[in-house]
């Protein structure tokens, strides 16, 4: 049982280049959710979703797309990625929207844009 | 939108010694508080937390505290060890996280 998985771990891109993170999750979890983490920032939610084909904005959603054409995948897309996004990704899931249900984190994705 | 606030940013304490770290809300409507643990190189794994209708709750070692009327929640620490030598995020729900408290365990 892997449970959430992100690929690549490490990546580094030029001012303007395009890229995808991938998120697998093989514990038939509806919501999937992608954080950055910044120094001194703590987690900050980018987008999520609450079911396969869907998709919401979080609190920092501006220059990332998301798409969840799959239940057990959630990607990110930068479509022109910029110095200001040299963050670490986490992707995670959950069974369902209640307190009830915890949150599983992957181990990270670490993305430098020069 | 939910505002978490965390404190302290840093700690250091003697093995043994106990560790408390506090976190603030804002939405009185707010339901679940976990706590994390971050290991370098990792990503943040859940190591308890409390719903509104309990104030306390412990695993062995560490334990939460919560006071729905000053909005706020404590992650205790007892015995500590220098495994418990991470960086620690409060959230609330899901979607909101304090900025985390880089606890040093010093042996």
């Known amino acids: 049982n892997a449970g959430v998985t992100q690929t690549p771990k490490f990546r580094v891109l030029k001012t303007g280049q395009s890229m995808t993170l991938l998120c697998a999750q093989d514990?038939?979890?509806?919501?999937m959710y992608w954080y950055r983490q910044d120094p001194g920032m703590g987690l900050r939610l980018i987008h999520y979703s609450v079911g396969e084909g869907t998709t919401a904005k979080g609190e920092v959603p501006d220059g990332y797309n998301v798409s969840r054409l799959k239940k057990q995948n959630f990607l990110l897309g930068l479509e022109s990625a910029a110095p200001s996004q040299t963050s670490v990704y986490f992707c995670?899931?959950?069974?369902?929207?209640?307190?009830?249900?915890?949150?599983?984190f992957g181990a990270g994705s670490r993305l430098t844009v020069l | 939108g939910e505002n978490v606030e965390q404190h302290p940013s840093t700690l250091s304490v003697q093995e043994g010694d106990s560790a408390v770290i506090k976190c603030t809300y804002s939405d009185s409507a707010s339901n679940y508080f976990p706590w994390y643990k971050q290991e370098l190189g990792k990503g943040p794994q859940l190591i308890i937390d409390?719903?509104?209708?309990?104030g306390e709750k412990k695993d062995q070692r560490i334990a939460v505290t919560l006071n729905k009327t000053a909005k706020h929640f404590s992650l205790h620490i007892t015995e500590t060890q220098p495994e418990d030598s991470a960086v620690y995020f409060c959230?609330?729900?899901?979607?909101?996280f304090g900025k985390g408290t880089l606890l040093t365990v010093n042996p």
């Open positions: 995670a899931s959950s069974y369902g929207p209640s307190g009830a249900n915890v949150l599983t």
């Open positions: 959230a609330v729900n899901k979607l909101t």
């Open positions: 514990m038939n979890h509806e919501y």
């Open positions: 409390i719903r509104s209708n309990v």
